[in-house]
Each structure stands twice: as structure tokens, then as C-alpha cells.
């Protein structure tokens, strides 16, 4: 394989943000793990379409951020659209419909496996997919991006896994997915926070736009705390042995530098599948 065709591969690739993917991942293994996944081809199938789903609004985003010039030359974050010849615009928006293809198509054969549970749950997150970043009223530009990232990648995840397992939620442990949920709402926040001067030049409305980094740094660490409450009020105490790690977090938050703030994601996209194996124990 030709080095430009190895370069070709690796721009594309990046431009997915696939280090954001443990996020969502994390609850669809915590609700394997809680199921015994006792149907491995409809395991693998839920793996696959949440990894479609979640390319499909990595992209959209990137896609839609610069079209609407959010994402400019003074972003602290720079997307990958235009960024090199193999990811413009137009590629972007051709993965975002192949990616959004595959998913209905996972879709269409776990309904069959399943159920219409699953097709409704499934029409739902492709429409979020789309409409929280594109439409004429973005959902992103409406401050309700960390109640989707909370709702959508914690306990309709998680829950959503276990049904296509078990066809029931009646377990008590898919409590603990709003743990996950508030973590992955974290994980915007921290972007949010990273965006807030570029945001609001470009008049994008996010929750931290809107009551400030002061604000948003101290829901960022009531997230966390309750993230904590919920697992051991459930009877699994072992998560404190994550709080070291939790001490970095907030340390790298309560820094002023903006940088810092694209660290701390990253910081937090490691800490969620932690917490989650921390739960598994």
C-alpha cells in the first residue's frame, strides 16, 4: 500500500474522532456485561451501529460547524473538514450518509431480531443524528447538548443493549448507566467550556454560553459527584477506587488555560470506560 493512500486512510479515520467513541461504547459493554450477552450476532450488531451512529454525528457536527463558521482559523479545536484534501466538505457530508446508511441497516436486522422497540429507539437516535447539528434550529445551538449526550449515550444506550439481549429492563444495575450518562455529559461540557469565546462569535447557544465557565465548570464537578452517589447508594463502592483519577480531572478544569480544556477531554474520555469497569466489579 502506497504511503499517500496510508495518509488518505489515517485523515479519514481521525477526522471520525474515534478516541470519542469509548464514550458511547462504555454503555453498550456495561449493558452487554449486565446481560450476559446471550446473543452474540445481536452484540455485535448493536456494537457496529453504535460506532455508525456515533461517526455519523462526529461528522455531521464537524460538517455543520464549518458551514455555519463555527469552526474557524481561531477554534482552539480545528475539525479535519478542509483540513487536508481527503476530508472536504463534500467527503464529509458523503460519510455522514454512508455512515447513516449502515446504521439503518443494522437497524433494520436488529428490529427483525427484536423487535419495533428497537426500530422506535433507532428512529429517534437517527434523528438526533441529524438534527442536533444540522435543520434550520440545531439542537446543539439550543444549550441541549449535554441532556442528549446524557440521555442518548447513558441510559438509552445501555438500557436500549440489555433490551435487545433480554427483551426486559427490569434489572436494578441499569441505574448505573445515569452515572455513565453524567460522565459523558462531562465530556460536552468540557467542550463547551473549551468553545466558549468561538461560540458565541459564531452565535452558537451552548449551555455554557449561556451561564458561563464558572458556572459550567461547577456543573462539570455536580456531574461528577453524582456520577459517584449513584453506584454506591446501588451497593457498588468499588468506583471511589477512581477518585485519584478524579482528583486530575478537576485539577486540569479549575486551570484557566483554554488549552487545558481539549486535555481534559481527553482526560474524561479515558476516565468513562474506568468508571465503567470499576462498576463491572
Known sequence: MSQARIK???DRLFALRPYSFIASLSSVVYGLYLSGMPRLAVGIATIVCTLCMHGAINIADDYFDYANGVDTADSVYRSYVDKTEHTSLTWHMKCFLW???LSVLLGAYLTYQVGPVIMAIGIVCIAVTYFYSGGPKPLANMAFGEFLSFLFFGPVACAGTYY???RDISNIRLLDSISIGLLVSCLMLANNIRDIETDKKASKITISVRIGEKSSKIMYIAFVAFAYAIPICLGKPKVIFALPFTTLLVKNL??????GMQQLMLQTTLFIPLFVFLLML
Open 8 to 10: 488518505q486512510y489515517k
Open 99 to 101: 455512515l447513516t446508511i
Open 164 to 166: 435487545a439481549q433480554r
Open 254 to 259: 479549575l486551570a484557566r488555560d483554554k488549552h
